[in-house]
């Protein structure tokens, strides 16, 4: 009734094998299409995210006709683009935590170059401001960092820009796993210049 198995003759015995490589490929598979999903979902959450950021530089860039001509912000015209992009990003997805979402607005304005005297770029003001959630949300590299991006406008002078940085932490399982980060984050920031 019972015969005699040894290690010899399990590893040669052919009986179930398509059984054992079906549970294996089955469970990697399973694991490519969860990977591909939670890939989908993150670039998806993305994608919303730099719209967002857009929509909203695209707000703050339209100083002369939203805001009074006034071309510095304060925080609360920060504060409105925040709640601005918290509803931009419920229409898009009605079942998206917002509660954890930051932003982070830089503006920089340069000296007049007729004022000056010659055509160098001085910053005259810099200045940034958070509004939402407590997490840090910061650009890949700071505004004040980038003047090479300004161009002179009609009237002679360097155009003040904005840069809108958008912050959400990520529910994507990948990113936790390979993250060093104890929140990873993901973010989308959009360049502007006033109009």
């Known amino acids: 009734m019972f015969k005699n198995m040894n290690v010899l003759n399990l590893w040669t015995d052919k009986r179930a094998a398509v059984s054992v490589e079906f549970v294996l490929i089955s469970i990697a598979l399973i694991f490519f299409i969860f990977f591909l999903t939670d890939l989908v979902i993150r670039q998806a959450t993305v994608g919303k995210l730099d719209r967002v950021s857009y929509s909203v530089a695209g707000i703050l860039r339209e100083r002369i006709q939203l805001f009074d001509a006034r071309e510095t912000l304060n925080q609360q ?95 994507s399982w990948f990113m936790r796993l390979t993250s060093t980060d104890e929140t990873p984050m993901m973010s989308s920031f959009a360049i502007v210049m006033l109009r």
């Open 77 to 171: 015209d920060v504060d409105g683009a925040a709640d601005l992009a918290k509803k931009i990003l419920t229409d898009m997805n009605s079942t998206i935590d917002l509660s954890q979402m930051s932003l982070h607005v830089e503006e920089m304005h340069f000296e007049d170059p007729i004022r000056l005297g010659d055509d160098r770029k001085q910053i005259k003001i810099y200045k940034s401001w958070d509004s939402g959630s407590s997490v840090q949300c910061m650009p890949p590299q700071p505004l004040n960092e980038q003047q090479q991006l300004t161009p002179r406008g009609s009237y002679g002078r360097w155009v003040p820009l904005y840069q809108v940085t958008v912050c959400l932490p990520t529910f």
